[in-house]
Structure formats: structure tokens, C-alpha cells
């Protein structure tokens, strides 16, 4: 006699006080749109337990693009209490079942179907419903990763791109940045990057399955709706994306709303406008008095072979900041602010062009200036030059030398072939053109040009990296630790320093590391710094040393209201001296060349871009700022890529982008937008 299972029972919960048992039906009950569904599972007390398909929905056409989500929680009884399970716990099959550990004496599960619909109750929005020209940009970025080349010198195998088996997912979440619109309606767009589904019941062959756990989460593309921003904002080829990240720890998702303040934080509010949860760094107020400097740009270079240590505060002016007493302080400021506005302003001028090229409008680009190779060319001699900058990366074998001249106009030696923009300010004002020195062979010279001669297409060109070393495993992973000697956590800046000074150690340089913990002399010597941030491991104690004297020499602003610090860009500039003291003047173990620049995001020069290029495509990271003065990353990769409208002509456009690691522990990083950068370094160590 054959055993007939007990089929589950499930209870309908929609009134409070009515619950029967459910009958089959020959057909699956429908969905009633805008109705939350409850339905109680008994199951056996197992140590485990798999969910997969327990209701079968039909749901009206017109709600078959919908998308749902759907909770479940167990209880020991009816009356509850009702737990969700630990995240840690959970275990997502390939086949869509999910597995969660069952504590305790539970007994029954629950499950709610929430209509995911989008619209102002929810913070997502299905694909189809996304603005058709944000959708557009979204898949265009995506699929430029198919292409993309490495530039020289850089890592062959890059790893940290999209390789053709992703897929952009159906869900969006929507992003809201209180300086468009009121933030009534959304400035920005989530794209959520997932594993193709190339699922298969195929046979396969003996002891020939893989043995890695699938990866399911590819990264993100952040997207701007409006056009005071980078059309593609951020992005990032690994992990979970932040929004993700926000909505994940909340027990309810409807009426949430995502915000977005710059690179460097966001934050989740209820309907209310209630501050849920917040990700990235914590803002400080940004005194307006910085603006009646005009267009600051302080920089300054350093070789400790040649040159005596710079006295204190020529790094620039430091401010006195203060810190935000609430979020509601906060966000009132960030709209008002005049250094924001400013801030923003330039920001919006710096991705203009782009924009212009996206929506069809006129773009003429920079005059061609040519000089010959090892020519001497006076040019522009109908104005008198007060500054110039040649954005050529590579400054080890530079494109040209360039003097202004005193009756005017610039004299303009060309030193090898190659191509680079030229921004000049002149008694005209402020000028660019594109400075080609051809190639004697007769190719015209091209700074970026890589790879195999190709035909040429006008549009966007192929883009190209470049990677310091491998790209992210080369990385240490620090984040802000915890201590009452601090603020309580060290700030940004100082973890900045340390992840370049750590990548320094490991690359050949341990006296760029020392820490005076257990003992500086030995530390300069051999490398003992973490790659993985980990209390109680070996070098510990020598990174927390280390974060201590960064603290100090950064001068780190604390707050009264919370755990943050603040570091301003004068001091982080002037922190390395200090820090490398010992080991250039007294044990002479370290030699330092060292570029610094900041500025309020120029949109006419971006020194501190320039830098950092400069600075990865010469294979060495370098410390940014990001955003309103508030972030300090390790940037270690660098994206370039040209829209031009002919071979040999000037290109109308270069978008650029920063891979960076935040310095917020994680095992990916994050491509920032070269226009949302306000510091920039290129610093080389060498051990004596």
C-alpha cells in the first residue's frame, strides 16, 4: 500500500480575524492588484528548509510586466512572534529556491506578495517604464565593455570589465537628489548588473562540473536623468549595487525613497522623509568663505633629492568646518550652500559637451595646433599667456615643452609624436586646442592610440584602460576603524594614505609603510602591512599604528554629533611630509618625487584629474578626492575613452573615468567620473 504525503496547509490571512483552510483549485487564484497576499505554511521543524514555488499566480495582462517581492517569515505559532531570517543564513539555489536555517522550535512560515509596481510608493521602477534616453545610455555603456582595450603597460588580463555574460536586470531603482526638482521626481537610475541566465539540462561529461559557487551580482550603472551631471555617473563591474545595499536592511520597502548627495553619500528616507539608513562618507559643512578666492587651484611638487621640505601652509588655505547637528540641518544646507551651488555649476559645465553630443546639439571641436619633432614654434604671440596646461599623461617622456614668453604667446618645443589637449589662459581668456606633433613617419600622432590599426568609424571610439599592476587584487581593503583616541573612526583621509602607502610596501617599498608600532626601524625594512584589514592579525598592530600618525599629520576635524572626521584638502596634501620624515632625513631608507593639486572642481583645467592620470598611467595609484570635499579614495584604474568625428581630427569629446577603491573595506571598486574629482596626487617612493 503505497504512503500518501500530507499536502501543506495554507491559510489565508487578508482579514485578521477569519482564517480557513485553503481548497485546491483546478486553476491558481488571481491577483488582485494593490492587494497585499498572506499566506501561512505549516512545515515539519527542520534543520533547513528550501522555499520554491508554493503558490502558483495567475495575474491579469495588464500586470504581467509587474514585478513582485516577496517576504517570508517563520513563528513556533499563529500568535507569533514572526522572525525573518538571519541574511548570512540564506542560500539562493540555481533553480530559484531559496534555503534559510530554521532555529528554534518554528513551525510555521509565511509569505507576502508585495505588486512591485514602481511609481512614488516604491523605490523601484520596472525597465520598460525608465525614460526611453536613460535606458539608451544605460545599454550603450554596458555593451562598450565588449571592446575595450588595455593601454601599455597596463595588466593584459583585465578581469574588472563586463565579458558578454551579463545582463542588464529587469528591476531599476530610482535615485533622488533634492537640487533637481525639489526631488519630486527621479535625478538618477540604478541599473542592476546580473548573470545572464544560460541555465541547461544538458548532460555533461564526468567529473567535469564547475566547482565555484555562481556569481550573480555584476555591479550597477548609475545613470543621470538630467543634465547636471555625467550621463553615466558611476559604475561598477562586481558586487551588489548600493541602493541594494540601503533598501536591504529594512524590514518594509514601500514608500522608501533613495537619495543621492555627489559620489560619496546617500541615503534612505521612510515617507515621512526620516532618515533610515545612510551609505559612504559623512558630510561636513563646507564654509562659503573658500569661494572669495575666486577659482582656487593649489599644487605643488616635491623631490626629496633636490628639495627642502615646504614650510607649513603652503598647501593651501585651511578652513574652519563644522558638522551638521541632523540630517534635516544637512539637507537644507546642501541646496542653499553657495560652495555646493558653485560646486554643482561646475560640475554641470564640465559635462556639457557630452550632453551636447547625447541630445544632437552642434559640437565644434578644439583648433588643431601642429608642431614637428624637435621643432621650436612661438604661436598665440597676439596675447600675453598667464597660465597653461598640456594634459598629457605621460610625463616621463612628455609630448612637448612649453615656456610662456614674455612679449607673448607661448614657445612650444615638440619632443615626441603624440596628442594632448592645451588649455591656455591668455588676456583673451580661457582657450583650448588640441596640440598634435606628428610622427615623422607620417602617421599623425595620437597619445591614446593602442592595439591594431582598425577602420575608422566616427562616433565613440574604443575605449581603453589602464590598471595599476592587477586590477583590484593588487588592492588593500581598509576601512575606518573604531578608537576613542579618534574621532572615534580615523576618517577618510588618513585610510586614503594608508591603502597607497600599504600598496608602496608591497610593491618593493616597506620604509613608505613604517609604523612606529612594533618598531619603525624594523617596519622600514620589511614589508608588514595588511592587504585585508583583519584585527588580530599579523600587522595589526603596525596599520593601526600607522592610521594614528595619519590621523595627526591629516589634522583630522572631528565631529560632536557622530563618529566622523574630517580632513581638508591643504592638510592631506601636507600629510606626507611629516609621515616620511624619518625615513628621508634619518634613516635614509626612502626617496619621495610628489605631486599634489586641488581645486573646487575647475571645469576649465581639473589639475587634480590630470594628476591622477598621470600618475595610474604611469603604473602608480593615486590618492582622489571625490565629490564636495567630503571623500578621499585610492584610485587605481583609469578609463579613456574619445568621440571624434574624423581619424585625424581633434576629438570633439574625451570621457574619462577613475576605478577606485573607497576605502570602505569592499572586494570591488568603483568607477567615479573624472569631473567629480577636487584632489589629485602623483607621488613615486623608491627604497634606499
Known sequence: MSHQPDYPRLFTSDHPKRSQTMKHHSSPPSIRPGVLFRRLLVMPSLKSCAIGALLSLTAPSSLLADQFQLHYESAPAATGPWT????????????GTIQVPNTGSNQLFRLSIQRMTGGTNSPYETLDSVPQRTLDLARQHFLQFAGAQNGDGSTPEDNSNWNGTEKISSRVLKFYDLTYEGGSIPAYYEFKIVAADNASNAPIAFLSGDTREPETDRGYLLVCAH????????????????????????????????????????????????????????????????????????????????????????????????????????????????????????????????????????????????VAVHQVTNILNDRFVTRFLLDDENVESPLAGIVTNQAGGLTIAGLRPGSATLTVQSSLGVSKYWLTVPDPAGTAGSAQAVGNLQSFVAGWQTPINWWCGSPFADQPRYYQPLRPEWCRA????????????AWWDHKGVPSAFAANSPNRYYSAKN???????????????????????????CDVICSPT???????????????????????????????????????????????????????????????????????????????????????????????????????????????????????????????
Request: hydrophobic fraction near 35%.
Open 84 to 95: 525573518r531570517p538571519v541574511q548570512d543564513g540564506v542560500i539562493t539555489l540555481p533553480d
Open 527 to 553: 614589508v608588514d602591512s595588511q592587504m585585508i584589514m583583519q584585527a588580530g592579525q599579523p600587522g595589526w598592530t603596525a596599520l593601526i599604528s600607522l592610521l594614528s600618525e595619519l590621523h595627526n599629520e
Open 227 to 370: 543634465e547636471g551631471d555625467t550621463p553615466v555617473s558611476e559604475f561598477s563591474t562586481y558586487g551588489k549595487t548600493p541602493g541594494e545595499q540601503l533598501l536591504g536592511s529594512l524590514a518594509s520597502q514601500e514608500g522608501m525613497r533613495l537619495f543621492r548627495f555627489g559620489p560619496a553619500f546617500r541615503t534612505v528616507e521612510d515617507a515621512a522623509g526620516n532618515l533610515l539608513g545612510s551609505l559612504g562618507t559623512q558630510p561636513f559643512k563646507v564654509p562659503a568663505d573658500i569661494l572669495r578666492f575666486g577659482n582656487p587651484n593649489y599644487a605643488g611638487t616635491f623631490n626629496s633629492e633636490t628639495d627642502a621640505d615646504p614650510e607649513e601652509g603652503t598647501t593651501g588655505p585651511k578652513f574652519v568646518v563644522e558638522h551638521y547637528g541632523s540630517y534635516q540641518d544637512f539637507k537644507g544646507d546642501f541646496v542653499k550652500n553657495p560652495v555646493y551651488q558653485e560646486m554643482r555649476s561646475r560640475r554641470a559645465l564640465a559635462c556639457r559637451t557630452e550632453w551636447d553630443l547625447i541630445n544632437g546639439r552642434r559640437v565644434t571641436p578644439p583648433p588643431v595646433l601642429t
Open 562 to 688: 557622530s563618529d566622523a572626521g574630517a580632513t581638508f584638502p591643504s592638510d592631506m596634501a601636507a600629510a606626507i611630509w611629516p609621515k616620511t620624515y624619518a625615513e628621508r632625513k634619518i634613516y635614509l631608507t626612502l626617496g619621495v618625487s610628489y605631486s599634489y593639486s586641488w581645486d573646487l572642481i575647475d571645469p576649465d583645467w581639473n589639475n587634480p584629474s590630470t594628476l591622477a592620470r598621470q600618475s595610474i598611467w604611469n603604473g602608480r595609484p593615486s590618492a582622489l578626492g571625490l565629490g564636495f570635499l567630503w571623500h578621499y579614495a585610492l584610485a587605481y584604474g583609469y578609463r579613456y575613452r574619445e568621440y571624434k568625428t574624423s581619424e585625424y581630427a581633434a576629438p570633439t569629446y574625451i570621457q574619462r573615468y577613475f576605478a577606485c577603491n573607497e576605502g570602505w573595506g569592499k572586494a570591488n571598486g568603483v568607477y567615479y567620473s573624472g569631473n567629480d574629482t577636487f584632489f589629485g596626487t602623483h607621488i613615486r617612493f623608491w627604497q634606499k
Open 490 to 501: 580615523v576618517g577618510c583621509g588618513p585610510v586614503a594614505w594608508a591603502m597607497l602607502l
